[in-house]
């Protein structure tokens, strides 16, 4: 013979389970790019020159206080491959000098170009001289 609370705890099992075979899936989005996103959190205006891989290099300004993501389309849904992304930057503030970096960096899976999206890396002064300029990566943080 069964107790009252054996009873109810099987009554209640299969309500659960009754409740969740009801519940609608959660339906996720196709990741279709890796997403790079950078923000320049130094007084500078900084300009980086970029390349996925082996690509072309091509230019792009961040002034201070922006921010931007860049984007490297797959070539099909939920492909999750891409080469890294390439960024080379002037890491001396000082205006006339340079002294270039080059830093590799990795791409989130996103279903969309959008800065909060993709792996977060930032331009922040490197030591209290605020003279050198070093890209964090602020997922590591």
């Known amino acids: 013979m069964t107790s009252f609370f054996g009873q109810f705890n099987q009554v ?6 009754s409740g969740l075979a009801l519940t609608p899936a959660t339906v996720l989005a ?13 007084n500078a205006n900084m300009t980086i020159s970029y390349r996925w891989g082996d690509g072309n290099w091509q230019t792009a300004s961040l002034p201070r206080g922006n921010h931007h993501w860049f984007a ?17 930057f ?12 080059e830093k590799r960096l990795h791409g ?3 279903p969309e170009e959008n800065y909060d999206l993709g792996h977060k890396y930032a331009f922040r002064y490197n030591g209290p001289s605020r003279r050198y ?6 997922n590591k943080q």
């Open 12 to 17: 209640a099992a299969i309500l659960l389970l």
């Open 30 to 42: 196709a990741d279709r790019f890796a997403v790079v996103s950078i923000a320049n959190e130094t």
């Open 72 to 88: 490297y389309p797959y070539s099909r849904a939920d492909e999750d491959r891409s080469p890294d992304f390439i960024a080379s």
């Open 90 to 101: 002037d890491a001396d503030s000082r205006s006339g000098i340079a002294y270039h970096e």
């Open 108 to 110: 989130f899976r996103a």
């Open 133 to 138: 300029i070093e890209l964090y990566d602020l």
